[in-house]
């Protein structure tokens, strides 16, 4: 949970996800949508399909306890280096080195190091030699100790490198380098797209589809939703219309925009807009997974942020 994401903000998540899910062989019988119900908000939600599968591993391969081998832990789904090598280091107390944005900035400045860190080869150099340091008792204190140093006084900015206990060693401190060290990470160019959102009702319900593996927000419910020309100021009602009989074999009848909505997901900043339709005929496509879902029952189904906002607008306005 903690991955790109605060501490604050993962608090009332981790309490709820352990209350629902008090020991392992809970998680891994779960419901996915119970897991991903759970997890709504926190976005990035490929970890909490991870995190299901990798309790279901542990339970069938580990028999319901938590391996502690670093090789072991990495080959669950979903744990990466760094992930595993915090897990075996604090948990286990381990000797698994950890390379993330804090250490990657210390370890940097430390070898004086101005190549790219994120390139091949710089983290070829940065792993060996956060292995190379920890020492072969209480590795985990000192892998804390070495992330907690790049939090604090080996800042980003403005390093407070009289106060630090290793300046002695370090190269960019010598080499007045602090502040082009490490080589700041290249920015993502942003690329503004427009989609649209149309909720179809009938009989007081409307009408849900459960995103497939291959689509951002895998495993999520939404409405129907589909990326349009941008370009265009106006959407044509008609194109729309057809946009969602090929989509879903149903003729709707358009209702107007409901709300507009404006989200960012990775390099994407995305205009949402939203519109209600009333179905007329047809018949759902096979091959989908559909539901008709009253707004009483939105809160059951796992939905994506903005596909929650525009459930909260459509049930205040039932």
Known sequence: ??????????????ERFLARFPVISDLAAA?????????????????ARHLHKAAQVVVETHGGVFPTELAAIQALPGIGRYTAGAIASFAFDR?????????????????????????KSGQE?????????????????????????????????????DECPVHQHCKAFHEGKQGTIPLPKSRPKITETTEVSIAIHQSGKYLLRRR????????L??????????????????????????????NVDLGPLVVQLKHGVTRYRITLNCFAAKRVRGRLKA??????????????????VTGRKFAHTLTRGS
């Open 1 to 14: 949970m903690l991955q790109q994401t605060t501490v604050v903000a993962v608090i009332p998540y981790f």
């Open 31 to 47: 419901d996915l949508g119970d897991v991903l119900r759970l997890w709504e908000g926190l976005g990035y939600y490929s970890r």
């Open 95 to 119: 000797r698994a080195p950890i390379v993330e944005a804090n250490t990657l900035r210390l370890y940097c400045r430390v070898l004086g190091y101005e190549g790219d860190p994120r390139s």
């Open 125 to 161: 150099i940065l792993w060996n030699f956060a292995e190379a340091v920890l020492p072969q008792t209480s590795p985990g204190k000192v892998n804390q100790a070495l992330m907690e140093l790049g939090a604090t006084l080996c800042s980003p900015r403005d390093p407070q490198c």
């Open 212 to 219: 497939t593996a291959a689509e951002r927000w895998a495993g």
């Open 221 to 250: 419910w939404d409405f129907i939703r589909f990326e349009v020309d941008r370009d265009s100021t106006e959407h044509s009602r008609d194109l729309l219309a057809q946009a969602v009989f090929d989509r879903t074999g149903l």
């Open 287 to 304: 091959g989908e997974e559909w539901q008709w879902v009253s707004p009483a029952e939105f809160d059951q189904y796992p939905l994506s």
